[in-house]
């Protein structure tokens, strides 16, 4: 049996009434609101009105706080396309920039931040950045940009306005607009291109002027909630044919009728069969809205303009010219936006103040995309084809994980180059693997070479650093610290004063001092030297070496030539084959003679006759001890200008202060491997230097033994020998590359593949390098790094330290005489001073066993 609810009486009542007497109830509700109103109308309508005027104030001044929040400390990423861009790295950096989605309580309260893609064209080209506010950390942003587009650079800087400050004088004509999507936003744009669609952007204001720029902004924010709701609201009005304003479902409403017409010619299945073209547009609408409404949204807005700088006092039809031309560009890059046509599209609106609005970028109520929508409209240009786009030169690789930052034990290199820059550096039980530096003049090798020698000289290693060219050594000098001076030994060239002095022909047992300076002599001149020169400079050597007093190569000229000092040098001679060499020797008559020592000669006197040469190598005993500033971290400079000594004087000089440095670290041998400290040898152009009788390959699988690590440094491989070059690629296992021509490129490729590539190699910029290095003995993927500048020089220290090298001099003149410890060394300490003793070779008798000499 069915209850009934009976009515209230009240509403029983009412409804009688007004059935009975609709026009009666209907007066009498109108007179009872009339006299309300005339009752409480005075009093709450102005309370209504200042209440609203209230909301209204408090929410615009409440926006404008978090607005200028996101401008506090706001940066501008600057981004550089890499050689080949991603297609898919605009929707990968889109997609990972929505994990900027704050949560609701945060949005509501602060509001959610959103970020600015700009596109900025001028003289020189088109500039793509990134504009984040400052509370978003931007390296959230660097990150995402880096990942979606591998190899890509990122430079962050304070956010400025897009357009410079103006200068005084001038003034300045802005012309530009917004572009709002024209149809509902539940329907999408095209996103699928045979052909970058950015590429008509990019073009269109191709020819700007020196006072010409223009700009493009993209503002994008996350969202969710709400925002997607009534989205989705939207969505659902365009699939039942309803009007998506305001005003027109106000009409909808006010004519059902033609609504249910409507909705029931659109319901009726055979209907719409019947019509295959409504039915095709109604289904690919439909697929459209629902493929747009999955994934993540974004609120966007799309801004452009175009200004042009003009003097103050420029004529009228000029200004009107110019705005014309602004005008024409700035339609240009709206069209451009045309590409973009598909279910829906976008259409002009007026921008108040185009300068300001872009400086601005403020974000209030945009249109909806979704990533693939928005990839579409903000990415790096994809073809390598468009011109003026600022690209980087090449890759960005970060380093791999092992690679440690200096410190204790681990010398500096540089920082990495992509994202947040951070130290890199190679620890010191890696460095003795040696390392092999080759990049062009000006690319940053000296810059580094300059880090690793202030390193060795603050941690108290041991260098040597040989420099042909000079201005190492200057900067070195300019940046000591004033404790180091009394370490330092300087060989200098250029100097006026005396130098120290490295005799070749001194020190040791054996005869390994002959055969490194005749080797070294030979490979400098091997194109001149035959068998007769060798053999005729080894016997002069080892003869002097025989004698009592210290031998020189001063000497060497003068044996060859003066038959009294000869016989005085030969009489005390032992050893029948040299004796029998200088009896076959006076048997010459003087034309055999002079055939047989001009090679010779010709070459000892180019080389003698150098004054900084006759003093620094010929000068008398050694006041230098090699293994002293290996082992008690000492500071040697080497400064043999080309310049100033000549290419093969230079060449001569430096592979022979190599040859004793080498010597110096076979002499380690004698002391237990955990008892070696590291020590650097470090040889700036080094192809000149390594002229020694030893094989590349054996010579540095020992010094990593002794703890002398080699940083040999040149510019192109076409310097180095076939020996040299194998030499170097197998056994210097960190390799450090700055900018190399192609043909350097494709042979240097093969220890960087496939990370970096020979484009890579050939298209690094200035103090940017590509390093793969060792880490704990094990050779690591390569990456690319930019070298840390030198520190600001001191001034006046390069002189403090020479004024000191010359009073340490003048001290051990006075106390010891000329026999005395080296001039331009270090006042050695009581410990040093006893070690230096030890080392020095004392005078040495004539020898007398034939077993210990050479023909």
């Known amino acids: 049996m069915a209850v009934h609810t009976a009515a209230s009486p009240v509403a029983r009542n009412g409804v009688s009434d007004y059935l009975r007497d609709p026009g009666g109830v209907t007066g009498r509700l109108l007179a009872a609101a009339g006299n309300w109103a005339l009752t409480w109308g005075p009093v709450a309508v102005p309370i209504l009105t200042a209440a609203l005027v209230s909301v ?27 050689p080949t861009v991603d297609p898919a790295g605009g929707a990968a950096v889109w997609s990972n920039l929505v994990g900027l989605l704050r949560p609701a309580w945060r949005r509501l309260w602060a509001g959610q931040p959103h970020l600015a893609m700009e596109y900025g064209f001028g003289e020189h080209g088109v500039t793509v950045q990134f504009w984040v506010p400052g509370v978003i950390p931007p390296s959230l942003v660097e990150r995402a940009i880096e990942a979606a587009w591998p190899g890509a650079h990122t430079r962050t800087s304070p956010a400025t306005s897009p357009f410079p400050v103006l200068e005084t004088g001038r003034r300045r004509i802005t012309v530009g607009g917004q572009l709002r999507l024209a149809r509902p936003e539940a329907l999408p744009i095209r996103t699928a291109f045979d052909a970058d669609p950015i590429r008509g952007l990019l073009g269109a204001p191709v020819g700007l002027g020196r006072d010409e720029r223009a700009c493009v902004q993209i503002l994008a ?47 009726d299945s055979r209907r719409i069969s019947q019509d295959p073209q409504l039915s095709l547009e109604y289904s690919t609408q439909n697929k459209a809205i629902v493929g747009k409404q999955r994934g993540s949204q974004y609120e ?88 003026g786009v600022e690209r980087a030169g090449a890759k960005a690789v970060a380093p791999p994980p092992g690679i440690p930052a200096p410190g204790p034990g681990v010398m500096p290199l540089g920082h990495s180059d992509t994202g947040h820059a951070r130290p890199v550096g190679l620890r010191l039980a890696d460095a003795r693997y040696h390392m092999h530096l080759i990049g062009p003049t000006g690319s940053g090798k000296s810059t580094l070479l300059g880090q690793i020698i202030l390193d060795d000289v603050n941690a108290h290693r041991g260098v040597v650093l040989i420099d042909p060219k000079g201005d190492l050594v200057t900067d070195i000098l300019n940046r000591l610290p004033r404790s180091a001076a009394e370490r330092v030994v300087l060989f200098d060239a250029d100097s006026r004063h005396r130098p120290p002095i490295l005799n070749p022909l001194e020190g040791g047992e054996t005869d390994r001092e002959v055969d490194n300076l005749v080797s070294v002599f030979r490979r400098v001149y091997s194109a001149f030297w035959g068998p007769r020169t060798d053999d005729l400079m080894r016997a002069a050597c080892l003869t002097l070496r025989a004698q009592e007093a210290v031998p020189t190569l001063a000497e060497l000229p003068k044996l060859l030539t003066s038959e009294a000092f000869r016989s005085r040098i030969t009489t005390g001679l032992t050893d029948p084959v040299l004796r029998g060499f200088w009896e076959w020797y006076d048997e010459l008559t003087d034309s055999s003679r002079s055939q047989v020592i001009s090679p010779l000669m010709n070459k000892l006197r180019a080389f003698l006759l150098r004054p900084f040469v006759k003093e620094a190598i010929a000068g008398g005993r050694s006041t230098v001890d090699l293994s002293q500033v290996l082992d008690d971290g000492g500071i040697c400079l080497v400064r043999i200008p080309k310049g100033s000594l000549g290419e093969e004087t230079t060449r001569l000089v430096g592979s022979l202060v190599v040859a004793r440095t080498w010597q110096a670290t076979t002499a380690r041998a004698r002391v237990p491997q955990h008892l070696r400290p590291d020590a650097h040898t470090v040889i700036d152009e080094c192809h000149n230097f390594l002229h020694l009788p030893y094989p590349m390959e054996d010579m540095l699988a020992e010094a990593r033994a002794f703890r002398n690590g080699f940083i040999l440094a040149h510019q192109h491989l076409g310097q180095l020998s076939r020996e040299l070059k194998e030499g170097l690629s197998t056994n210097a296992r960190n390799k450090i590359i700055y900018s190399s021509s192609p043909e350097d490129a494709r042979e240097l490729a093969r220890h960087t593949t496939p990370r970096l590539s020979e484009h890579d190699l050939s298209h690094l910029g200035v103090y940017h390098a590509a390093a793969r290095l060792v880490v704990h003995g094990e050779e690591t993927e390569p990456f690319t790094m930019t070298t840390t500048p030198l520190p600001d020089p001191i001034p006046g220290r390069a002189r403090e330290i020479r004024a000191a090298l010359r009073a340490q001099r003048r001290a051990h003149t006075t106390t010891s005489g000329d026999s005395g410890p080296t001039p331009g060394t270090a006042t050695p300490t009581a410990t040093t001073a006893t070690r230096a003793e030890r080392r020095v070779p004392p005078t040495r008798p004539p020898r007398t066993d034939p077993r210990r000499t050479r023909p």
Do not use: M
Not at 56 to 82: F, G, Q
Not at 223 to 228: K, L, P, Q
Not at 251 to 265: F, I, Q, S, Y
Not at 307 to 328: S, W
């Open 56 to 82: 209204v104030v408090a929410r615009h001044c409440w926006r404008a706080r978090r607005h200028t929040a996101l401008l506090a400390d706001a940066r501008r990423i600057t981004v550089l396309a890499p």
């Open 300 to 387: 966007t807005v799309i801004r452009y303009a175009v200004a042009t700088d003009l003097p103050t006092d420029v004529a009228d039809d000029l200004v009107r010219q110019a705005r014309d031309t602004a005008r024409g560009r700035a339609h240009a890059l709206a069209a451009a936006f045309a590409v973009y046509t598909d279910h829906n599209h976008y259409t002009r609106t007026r921008l108040h103040r185009p300068a300001r609005a872009l400086a601005d970028r403020h974000l209030g109520r945009g249109d909806l995309l979704s990533v693939p929508e928005l990839a579409a409209l903000a990415h790096l240009p994809t073809d390598a084809e468009i011109p």
């Open 221 to 267: 924010r996350p969202v969710t909630g709400r925002r997607v709701a009534r989205a989705r609201r939207a969505a659902r009005r365009v699939h039942q044919g309803s009007s998506g304003r305001l005003g027109g479902r106000l009409l909808d409403a006010l004519t059902p009728g033609a609504k249910a017409l409507r909705a029931r010619r659109t319901s």
